[in-house]
Each structure stands twice: as C-alpha cells, then as structure tokens.
C-alpha cells in the first residue's frame, strides 16, 4: 500500500532558488575560487542593473590584464567607482 503524495509529505528545500544565469557564469569561470567569482558577481551585477552596456565594457577593459585575464579586484574597485559616480550624479541634480 503506497502513501498519497501530499504536501505534507514532501520536502522543500530552504533558501532561495538557484540563479540560472549564475549557475552558467560560475562553471564558465571554474578556476576562480569561490570568493574570487562571489566579488566577480556582485560587481557583475552592480554594473548590469545600473549601468549601460558601455560602462559595463569599460570597467571590463580597465580590469584586463595585457594576458586577456581579468583582474577580478580591479573590475570590482571600478564597479564601486561607477556606482558611486552614479549616486553623486544623482545627489547633485
């Protein structure tokens, strides 16, 4: 005699869902470590959600090393630059 499915007898797991789009940029980047892809991804998405593709590109650029590497806490310090350009643009209008 098997058991009915109900609610009460599933288990759901804690926390939120996972990112897709997170998921596929960290096994693009598996070599990082985790903290190096955890600052990667917070200035990733600072400059996606707040800025145009044009600063996004640029802060890529100036974080480039001449081997084609990124320099992950460089990309992160222009991250912050941008944003905080952005909120003293806002401040003085």
Do not use: C
């Amino acid at each position: 005699m098997s058991v009915p499915d109900t609610s009460a007898n599933l288990q759901k797991k804690r926390g939120p869902k996972p990112d897709p789009v997170r998921a596929v940029m960290r096994r693009t980047f598996s070599e990082w470590s985790d903290r190096q892809f955890a600052t990667f991804w917070r200035a990733h998405r600072m400059l996606a959600e707040f800025t145009d593709e044009s600063t996004y590109k640029a802060a890529i650029e100036i974080a480039s090393r001449p081997n084609g590497s990124l320099n992950v806490s460089k990309f992160a310090r222009e991250a912050d630059r941008q944003i905080f350009l952005l909120l003293m643009a806002g401040r003085s209008s």
